[in-house]
């Protein structure tokens, strides 16, 4: 299996920290935070639930900038078979 090497920038785990600390961020974004932050410093790959949610969330209106970046983030961390 091809193996995808990314790994999250410093920048934006830092971004998904605060993600998962603001009371006010959507599941959505938590999701997408925390899915960024474990694979930070890891060579951990996206799984296919996360890859769809990514997906839909850059292909989607309703989210805001900075949940498209994590969305971004993860999905460019997924398997390339995939």
Avoid: P
Wanted: avoid cysteine; charged fraction near 30%; glycine fraction near 4%.
């Amino acid at each position: 299996m091809a193996r995808n090497k990314k790994q999250t920038s410093s920048r934006v785990a830092s971004h998904a920290a605060k993600v998962l600390s603001d009371k006010n961020a959507s599941q959505t974004a938590k999701k997408l935070a925390a899915s960024a932050l474990s694979q930070s410093g890891t060579k951990k790959q996206t799984g296919e639930e996360l890859e769809d949610l990514a997906s839909k969330v850059l292909q989607s209106d309703k989210y805001s900038k900075e949940t498209k970046e994590l969305a971004g983030s993860v999905l460019s961390q997924s398997n390339k078979k995939r």
